[in-house]
């Protein structure tokens, strides 16, 4: 390992970091930054890959215009949590997204970003870098646009806690920790949804969001709805709605369909009390209306007028597997609707909740035996 120090001359790039290196940037730099180690690596072409931290790319030019040590930080923030980030100045924030701010922290962790000030530092220019390692003396710099002599920098290690640099961590306003794109298994969209349908007991977190729900897992939604509106429920899945009529069968493995999942949700919210109307001529909302199978189009209105599904761009798609988070934002609807209702037992026949039958509620008697 070749060791350098900070008061040899620098090269960065644009932006905070491309400057005319002048008689100010040889100034020795505030003793508390001196580089304990770092490694050099020659820079072979454009675009050459130096260092790499979870999969993001620290890159260099070995000629032309050089590649901004911020560039790497926005890169990075995008590839590994897809938000965007802008850096004025010495600060760092989040755009378009209220629920996600960078906050200061003592405890630097992997993928944090460093702010060096030019004033801080000594220098004419600030520095945007990521903490790679923290030992708790020692502090591994990722980064972007350290050079000397046509040679990039990497692994490059400073004391810290360090004055010259403020490090900010990711933070969301709801405490928990912000997952990665690799951990986050929903869409940005359906996040609020999923949480919110754990905190009511409707559906769990341990789940990919963005595949297709089973009959089984929609069916234990659809029972754990009816259980917070007092429906006392046996069994669990497919099986425990086989046992009140919902479905016909207790298969629980196969995946389950728009329309299929409309004739559950038709029914649970007939059974719940004061249901929409299942109007025909919601069905005119959508351009693929014969696509729909004609035990599922009471329904489909239904679930339509009471705005619980909507359609994909003017298609209900009735044939498309129907995905968890999807499934979670229905369900949370239909569930809304049973807070503002308060079921009856007495709805429930003589002979208890096994004894429910399609009949005495939606009139669909083809939903169980075609669609299961």
Not at 149 to 173: D, H, M, W
Not at 202 to 221: A, S, V, W, Y
Not at 247 to 271: F, H, P, Q, Y
């Amino acid at each position: 390992m070749q060791v350098k120090h900070v008061t040899r001359k620098l090269r960065l790039g644009a932006a905070f970091c491309s400057v005319a290196l002048t008689a100010a940037v040889l100034l020795p730099a505030n003793a508390s930054e001196k580089i304990l180690s770092c490694t050099y690596v020659d820079i072979e072409g454009q675009g050459f890959v130096a260092d790499t931290l979870n999969g993001v790319e620290a890159r260099y030019n070995a000629r032309g215009q050089s590649i901004n040590c911020a560039e790497l930080v926005i890169r990075y923030y995008d590839e590994i949590y897809g938000i965007e980030v802008f850096t004025p100045d010495t600060m760092i924030y989040v755009r378009d997204r209220d629920d996600l701010y960078f906050e200061l922290t003592d405890q630097p962790k992997p993928g944090d970003v460093m702010v060096g000030s030019a004033a801080a530092r000594g220098k004419s220019y600030n520095h945007f870098a990521l903490v790679k390692e923290w030992n708790g003396d020692t502090l591994t710099v990722f980064e972007q646009n350290w050079t000397w002599g046509g040679q990039a920098g990497i692994n490059r290690v400073i004391e810290y806690p360090n004055p010259c640099y403020k490090i900010y961590t990711l933070k969301s306003t709801t405490g928990r920790p912000v997952k990665t794109l690799a951990e986050d298994k929903s869409s940005f969209w359906a996040t609020p949804y999923i949480e919110e349908a754990a905190e009511k007991g409707i559906f769990n977190l341990e789940h990919d969001f963005t595949e297709p729900i089973t009959r089984g897992e929609f069916c234990q939604m659809a029972l754990n709805i009816l259980e917070n509106c007092g429906m006392e429920i046996e069994g669990t899945g497919a099986e425990g709605a086989l046992a009140i009529g919902l479905v016909s069968n207790g298969d629980s493995s196969k995946m389950l369909t728009r329309e299929e999942a409309a004739c559950i949700v038709s029914r649970v919210v007939n059974w719940i009390g004061n249901p929409p109307l299942a109007l025909p001529a919601a069905l005119d909302t959508y351009t693929d209306t014969s696509e729909i199978s004609y035990w599922a189009q009471e329904s489909v209105a239904q679930v339509t007028v009471g705005n619980l599904m909507n359609g994909l761009t003017g298609y209900f798609a009735p044939k498309d597997p129907l995905s968890k988070e999807q499934a979670v934002t229905i369900m949370l609807r239909v569930n809304e609707l049973g807070d503002s209702i308060t079921y009856r037992a007495s709805r429930v026949p003589q002979g208890g909740v096994a004894a429910i039958t399609a009949k005495q509620h939606l009139p669909v008697p083809e939903i169980v035996r075609t669609a299961g």
